[in-house]
């Protein structure tokens, strides 16, 4: 199982920007995958969930702000985020599901493999 993640930069706030994370050696559209975030001194924290039937689940710091959405056909997990703010600077990652067929998650728990991550920094 490999998870890459990409699209991290350092932007300004009011910005935007759209992660991506490339899935591998595994039945990708058989998982529910999550987004997580990790700012410094904290705890790793569910962004953004997308489940096998596109259900999503956002936490509250990112409702209305971000949208997760997966291509089953490209084996990819993205994360689109408007309205960044200094708040969000974090390494981000992206995440798969212990169990295949399952709901989405938020919970750190619940995750088995994760990506070497991709940084974002907001500036205000």
């Known amino acids: 199982v490999r998870l890459v993640e990409s699209g991290g930069d350092s932007v300004q706030s009011g910005g935007s920007l759209r992660l991506s994370c490339v899935a591998s050696?595994?039945?990708?559209?058989?998982?529910?995958m999550t987004w997580f975030r990790q700012a410094p001194g904290k705890e790793r924290e569910g962004v953004a969930a997308i489940d096998i039937d596109y259900n999503t689940n956002y936490a509250d710091s990112a409702k209305g702000r971000f949208t997760i959405s997966r291509d089953n056909a490209r084996n990819s997990l993205y994360l689109q985020m408007n309205s960044l703010n200094p708040e969000d600077t974090a390494m981000y990652y992206c995440?798969?599901?212990?169990?295949?067929?399952?709901?989405?998650?938020?919970?750190?728990?619940?995750?088995?493999?994760w990506g070497q991550g991709t940084q974002v920094t907001v500036s205000s």
């Open positions: 995440a798969r599901r212990r169990a295949a067929w399952s709901g989405v998650s938020l919970v750190r728990a619940d995750f088995d493999y």
């Open positions: 050696g595994f039945t990708y559209r058989w998982y529910s």
